[in-house]
């Protein structure tokens, strides 16, 4: 598993991994139909930094790494992870997270924070609280789920000690 | 107390105010030296819609509105608001919140939240407390108070009931 900073070029295997989990709709604040251009501009551009990682040359996964809040909050970053369904149980969210938590406090930020986890979304949940990340806020009925339809957005928070 | 929507010519007025709560930084998420350029674009052109509040033909008050998150999340607005210091005291917050409160369900929105509120700012976790809101979530040290240092942040949260 290969982790390293996104390429100009890496869009190109990024998007398929964006559009599949974009249009579920349940698990990201996308809309289900966001356009290429769009997830680009979302997912590579807004971001301070975009990471792949890969498996025999084949890129399965991506993080981004943004300042959460300006001014008095630029200190708490926040960051997004997608997995490709086809890579999903080999542990790269965790090692994701993790890479992901030595990159903030390299860039220098002290806190890592996630504003919008869809209560369902189990799997991610624990996935975070096993990185160290705890729930500090409870959205009631914040997530349109497309099957469950409103259910609470968790906010998870972790302090990055220095 | 006159509650309209924002004009184009309205942010010269709106500016001052801007500037003064923005270099404060106790407050707002902005940087302290935020550029008039950049104040337009945050306040103005990136929300919704944008409000301003007249006292005798003077601009003394403004707020805007806007979805919080995309998507799944569409139904959940965010807004902000900022009174003179020239004009405090005269309930000019609580009837921007309320004017507020009427205007997203009018846009059709369910819910609405404000993702960091400084713990320090008593009278605005006390106001919209009055207006409807709740404590739903606290962020340990997540806002870098000018005289405090790192102060919790506070989200909070309101179903508007539709």
């Known amino acids: 598993m290969l982790i390293q900073e996104a390429t100009s070029s890496d869009f ?6 964006f559009r599949e989990i974009a249009s579920a709709g349940d698990t990201y604040a996308y809309p289900r139909n966001t356009s290429r251009e769009e ?13 792949v990682v890969e498996i025999d ?11 959460n809040q300006d001014g008095p909050g630029n200190h708490v970053c926040n960051c997004g992870y ?3 369904s086809s890579a999903r149980g080999k542990g790269i969210a965790t090692a994701l997270c993790e890479h992901s938590q030595k990159m903030a406090v390299e860039l220098g930020y002290k806190a890592m924070q996630f504003n ?3 209560s369902t979304n189990d799997g991610a949940v624990r ?14 009925r914040a997530f349109n789920h497309p099957v469950k339809g409103y259910v609470d957005a968790l906010v998870m928070y972790k302090w990055l000690g220095t």
Chains 1, 2 share one sequence.
């Open 57 to 67: 040359g084949r890129i399965v996964g991506t993080y981004y790494i943004k300042t």
């Open 116 to 118: 919008f986890v869809a």
């Open 82 to 84: 997608m997995v490709s």
């Open 127 to 140: 996935l975070w609280q096993k990185t160290g990340f705890y729930v500090t806020g409870r959205l009631p």
């Open 39 to 51: 997830a680009e501009r979302l997912w590579i551009h807004v971001p301070r930094r975009t990471f």
């Open 12 to 17: 190109e295997e990024v998007w398929p991994i």
